[in-house]
């Protein structure tokens, strides 16, 4: 048997979002796989309401995306190639997750104070190739992110979500 076992609790989960309300970010990842070059990875994503994650796809290489909300409430957005929003999905409540595959473009986030996600993807890692950014959104740190942002939520709110 390779690596550690590992166990999910509440202690981890509020160290975890204490260290997201302190990033820069408003995020941070809690991997369970040993490297970068594991296949799949399996980690945490807690999340801080207000982070902004740009929309992106997982195109080439392909990869599927499941996640899982453990804590919280999450707004995912899918779109299209020229950037209008497909589907909305709050997922944690009912729905607790989805399964998004390769190739979708997609973006998400918190719309409780805090959200913790148990996301699973295929690796390996490799920060060159992992992401394909929309050209058609702001990237993060971009002076737009707020309006952008709030803009999605907006959205989500029309739709009766």
């Not at 989805?98 to 998400?108: C, N």
Request: hydrophobic share 40%; charged share 20%; with cysteine.
């Amino acid at each position: 048997m390779s690596g550690s076992v590992q166990t999910l609790n509440r202690e981890l989960l509020e160290d975890l979002i204490q260290r997201a309300r302190q990033s820069p970010r408003l995020r941070i990842n809690h991997n369970f796989h040993a490297s970068m070059e594991d296949n799949p990875h399996r980690f945490l994503n807690v999340m801080v309401k207000g982070t902004y994650i740009a929309p992106h796809r997982h195109l080439d290489p392909p990869k599927a995306e499941s996640f899982l909300v453990l804590d919280g409430e999450v707004a995912f957005f899918i779109f299209d190639d020229s950037g209008a929003v497909l589907r909305t999905e709050v997922v944690g409540r009912d729905p607790i997750g989805i399964d998004l595959p390769a190739g979708v473009w997609h973006t998400l986030t918190p719309l409780s104070a805090h959200a913790v996600c148990y996301e699973v993807k295929p690796g390996p890692y490799t920060a060159a190739t992992d992401k394909d950014f929309a050209p058609w959104a702001p990237r993060e740190g971009d002076a737009g992110v707020s309006a952008y942002l709030e803009g999605l939520v907006a959205i989500l709110r029309n739709r009766g979500a």
